[in-house]
């Protein structure tokens, strides 16, 4: 059983940076794909990208190509999301999910076995 825990959310201007972090103490999430999802007021949640578990592919949403980067550290187990040039529209809370298979390129939401309880972010001026 995963226990994830997301940090890293906050209050940023619109053009600035965040990075999320997602945990897992045990470590066994080096065996996992992960995912972050995120999910705004009155929407459905979305997936935004997605990593297996060596880190070798990716995958992002349209609306965060270029913009957003995704990287995991085993050794730490703990998977990031590096968010740049930050939109309005990019408000929402942000979760972290693992699944299996570990090589997986895609997550969906329905796929994942374990959930975060996610971390707000808001971009806002």
């Known amino acids: 059983q995963l226990e994830l825990v997301e940090s890293g959310g906050g209050l940023v201007q619109p053009g600035g940076s965040l990075r999320l972090s997602c945990v897992d103490s045990?470590?066994?999430?080096?065996?996992?794909?992960v995912g972050w999802f995120r999910q705004a007021p009155g929407k459905e949640r979305e997936g935004v990208s997605c990593i297996t578990n060596t880190g070798s592919s990716t995958d992002y949403a349209d609306s965060v190509k270029g913009r957003f980067t995704i990287s995991r550290d085993n050794t730490k187990g703990t998977v990031y999301l590096q968010m740049d040039s930050l939109k309005p529209e990019d408000t929402a809370v942000y979760y972290c999910?693992?699944?299996?298979?570990?090589?997986?390129?895609?997550?969906?939401?329905?796929?994942?076995?374990?959930w975060g309880q996610g971390t707000q972010v808001t971009v806002s001026s």
């Open positions: 045990s470590l066994t999430l080096k065996v996992y794909s």
């Open positions: 999910a693992a699944g299996w298979p570990p090589n997986r390129r895609t997550c969906p939401p329905d796929d994942m076995d374990y």
